[in-house]
């Protein structure tokens, strides 16, 4: 099952701006990665933030993480182009090791 | 960073015929492999959990009968569906850790099955 709730499910920006989503999960994790799917590929690892861990930078990616609330956020700065995909929040626990629960996605769309 | 391949990208197949894809890993080795299937525009749902040398371990509404797992050696996992269906349709993608306990997982380009 589905870990969680991703929203928006879909964004349009335009280049330059600066892209948010937000992922909320249901249980105690060890930890939540932020990956990214171009249509019809494999995913690509962006960042992953421990569940000790408040907030953590890569680039452009800002990444938040509140366990009170149980959510997330990815902060893309300064979006381009070529960041069009589809963005998946996913949970590690330390009882799963190595499953991770995918949130439901959010499609971002950067229009030149 | 560690790279996952699958085989094939894409296959296309008839209704009731068994379909094998494989996972493998390039430069590292990998005990443990998980299988994933996506369905169109929805997020990536964890089928199985694939162990070396060992039987792999199915998540709850999974058919372990239907949707074969063998992890063959320290870089290969295989997924085969057997009397495939045309709802099991679907982009399929195997993970693996980098290294023993990592958090991060890598994932396979995936492959399309479409079955008609």
């Avoid at chain 2, 792999?56 to 058919?63: L, S």
């Amino acid at each position: 099952s589905q870990q969680g709730e991703e929203d928006p499910q879909a964004l349009s920006i335009q280049e330059g701006e600066n892209a948010t989503m937000n992922c909320s999960y249901k249980t105690s994790i060890n930890n939540l990665q932020w990956y990214r799917q171009n249509s019809g590929r494999g995913l690509v690892h962006l960042i992953l933030i421990r569940s000790n861990e408040r907030e953590k930078h890569s680039g452009r990616l800002r990444v938040t993480l509140d366990t009170s609330k149980k959510s997330s956020s990815l902060l893309i700065t300064a979006s381009r182009a070529a960041d069009t995909a589809s963005y998946f929040c996913a949970t590690g626990t330390t009882d799963s090791w190595g499953k991770l629960q995918f949130g439901a996605g959010t499609q971002v769309v950067v229009t030149p | 960073g560690a790279v996952v391949s699958q085989h094939p990208s894409w296959v296309i197949c008839k209704s009731g015929t068994s379909v094998k894809i494989e996972c493998r890993s390039l430069d590292f080795q990998a005990t443990t492999m998980f299988w994933y299937r996506q369905f169109p525009k929805q997020s990536l749902m964890l089928m199985a959990t694939s162990n070396e040398g060992s039987k792999a371990t199915y998540e709850q509404g999974v058919e372990k009968d239907k949707f074969l797992i063998n992890h063959a050696s320290l870089t290969l996992s295989t997924l085969t569906v057997t009397s495939a269906h045309p709802e099991d349709s679907s982009f399929y993608i195997c993970s693996a850790p980098g290294t023993l306990f990592t958090d991060t997982q890598y994932f396979g380009p995936g492959t399309r099955l479409t079955v008609l």
